[in-house]
């Protein structure tokens, strides 16, 4: 009974130690991560400060050497507007200034401003220094304008129409050119379909536009064309600079334009003028032509003798 006592009392002591020994490595353990803590701790607080230290000199260097730098004041303001717009509404549309930093003036802002006139296709803006910003501006290529009139008769006023170009891009001019004004008008789109800075999906707008892309490349100075009116759907109806209404059909316009350019060949080799033709038709095309006007011949002048005077008639009379 002793010995078995005495054994249970060891392996108890033994279980006691076990314990101690376990409580001291997690307390050790415990204090060595708050050690690193603080230490981590203390490490970002000074390079915090470090980089607070750093940023703030940096920023009192690009003050001095930089923003509040009068060599960087903006002297010069180099523009290529590619007739979107003026400098002035460039100027008012920006708010760049004459004088201001350089280097204080928002591109990407600017950028964004300029993008967001319909008839810009790309922006470029760099500084030159010590005093220079250069814009670059390139303009979208119109190629007509949409009205939503039906009747070409109808007064040209670009106020109520968008350009289009090639790929049917809508577009409302800031600033209205000489060259803009010499496209042709095509009439008959929807008005609910006209929206600035939109691609319009209109099938017999499309069309026309094909048939002005391959007018200008295949019938050459020929064929000017003043205007289309699409209303019709089945046909695009022109007109051109000489008064010609041709009527054509909405498809294999290559083919129509081929039967075109002979015919107006004719007209300038025999000095007749078209008013009409109807290229609908696949065989005996209708045309018809200006007539000359009949001029009445000359009135033949009269010419009668004067009288003779009296003193011529009695210088023979002897006294």
């Keep these: 009974m002793n010995i078995g006592t005495r054994d249970e009392g060891v392996r108890r002591s033994n279980r006691g130690r076990q314990l101690l020994n376990v409580r001291i490595r997690a307390t050790t353990a415990r204090r060595k991560r708050q050690e690193i803590a603080a230490k981590l701790c203390l490490l970002g607080i000074a390079l915090g400060l470090l980089c ?3 940023w703030f ?3 009192k260097a690009l003050d001095k050497f930089f923003y509040c730098n009068p060599a960087y004041n903006l002297r010069e303001l180099n523009l290529e507007l590619d007739d979107v717009i003026t400098g002035e509404d460039l100027v008012a549309r920006t708010g760049i200034e004459i004088g201001e930093n350089i280097f204080g003036i928002d591109l990407a802002a600017t950028e964004k401003s300029l ?3 319909p008839m810009v296709k790309d922006v470029f803006i760099e500084r030159i220094l ?3 910003v250069k814009i670059t ?3 979208r290529v119109p190629v007509a ?3 939503p009139a039906t009747d070409p008769s109808t007064p040209y006023d670009p106020a109520n129409m968008e350009l289009v170009d090639a790929s049917g891009f809508l577009m409302k001019p800031l600033l209205v050119t000489t060259s803009q004004h010499q496209l042709p008008v095509i009439y008959g789109v929807n008005s609910s ?5 939109e691609s319009l999906h209109n099938d017999d707008l499309k069309k026309a536009l094909t048939l002005l892309s391959i007018a200008r490349t295949s019938v ?7 205007s289309l009116n699409i209303s019709k759907g089945y046909c695009i109806d022109a007109i051109t600079d000489q008064n010609a209404h041709i009527k054509f059909a909405s498809d294999d316009f290559a083919t129509q334009l081929e039967k075109l350019r002979r015919l107006l060949e004719h007209c300038r080799e025999t000095g007749r003028q078209l008013e009409s033709v109807n290229l609908m038709a696949k065989k005996n095309t209708p045309v018809k032509f200006v007539m000359a006007a009949l001029t009445p011949p000359p009135k033949r002048q009269q010419i009668s003798e004067k009288p003779k005077s009296t003193q011529q008639k009695t210088r023979g009379k002897k006294n």
């Design 52 to 54: 607070g230290v750093a």
């Design 57 to 59: 000199g940096a920023a």
């Design 115 to 117: 993008r967001s006139i």
């Design 220 to 226: 050459d100075s020929l064929l000017v064309i003043r």
């Design 193 to 197: 379909e006209i929206g600035d800075r």
């Design 145 to 147: 304008w949409v009205s």
């Design 130 to 132: 010590p005093s220079t």
């Design 137 to 139: 501006l390139t303009s």
